[in-house]
């Protein structure tokens, strides 16, 4: 079993919200035991599935009445970085989107620290192949050594018609193209996004905007919505509490969908 882990000192980070536009500021605090929770308006929002409140378009979380948006970033890049304990307290209804990727919260982690505790961390094994399905989403799981995930997408009439990433997270080259490529949206759809309260932060600098023939601007790597989608991937998969070991794939995933199978990994992890 792998040994758990927290940080070894405090970081704060700070930025508008991607969705609400506003201003907020979180800070990531070690923690000795417990898992991942969010500290918000004076409540304490444990970062598992079943606090879920709302996966449009980002995954937020809710308890008593207190709400943290676009968790799915932060929790991506301790994911990524084996961190099982943290306190994430925040000002504002929203993490910051910094850069649109989880790349800025990996190197905070980083740079502050990673210390491991005396306790085996919470695992689930993948021990035979099994498929799950959610709306349109459809994930395949089967046992592998390590961690590896993988994200197809297809959005019709975008150059992202056809895509697929992703790969081992112990490869270190995989970890850095997950980490930093950073979320997408279609031109055809921002003013919609707007309209519905959604997007008002969102913009060239932290956003990858797909147009018919191309993108609005430079993309990161090769094929960054499907290497997002992974990131995404993670983050919400992060809400099992429980180190993945083994291979997943998901088509056509949205946060939906993954806090779906997440809900169903933590079934299956009970039995």
């Not at 925040?90 to 190197?107: N, V, Y």
């Not at 959610?134 to 050594?145: K, N, S, T, V």
Request: with cysteine; hydrophobic share 45%; charged share 25%.
């Amino acid at each position: 079993m792998p040994v758990s882990k927290t940080i070894s000192n405090e970081f704060t980070l700070q930025g508008i919200g991607l969705h609400t536009g506003e201003d907020s500021r979180a800070t990531v605090r070690p923690r000795e035991g417990g898992g991942r929770f969010f500290r918000s308006a004076g409540e304490e929002i444990p970062a598992l599935a079943e606090q879920v409140a709302d996966t449009r378009r980002c995954t937020t979380l809710a308890k008593n009445g207190a709400r943290v948006q676009t968790v799915e970033h932060l929790l991506a890049a301790l994911f990524l970085a084996g961190i099982d304990h943290a306190e994430i307290e925040i000002d504002g209804p929203e993490l910051p989107i910094l850069d649109g990727s989880a790349l800025p919260w990996l190197a905070a982690i980083r740079a502050a620290g990673i210390r491991a505790l005396g306790e085996e961390a919470p695992e689930y094994r993948i021990a035979e192949p099994w498929w799950f399905a959610d709306g349109a989403g459809r994930f395949f799981l089967c046992p592998a050594e390590e961690p590896v995930l993988y994200a197809a997408i297809s959005i019709p009439e975008t150059v992202a018609e056809r895509m697929m990433a992703g790969g081992p997270l112990a490869d270190a080259a995989i970890g850095e193209q997950i980490a930093r490529a950073r979320t997408y949206a279609l031109v055809s759809e921002v003013q919609a996004l707007r309209d519905a309260g959604l997007g008002r932060g969102g913009s060239l600098e932290n956003c990858v905007v797909l147009t018919r023939d191309g993108y609005l601007n430079e993309r990161v790597w090769p094929d960054e919505p499907a290497w997002h989608k992974v990131l995404d991937l993670a983050g919400d998969l992060a809400l099992t509490g429980l180190r993945i070991r083994g291979f997943i794939i998901a088509e056509c995933g949205g946060h939906r969908g993954h806090v779906a199978l997440a809900r169903e990994i933590i079934k299956h992890a009970r039995t």
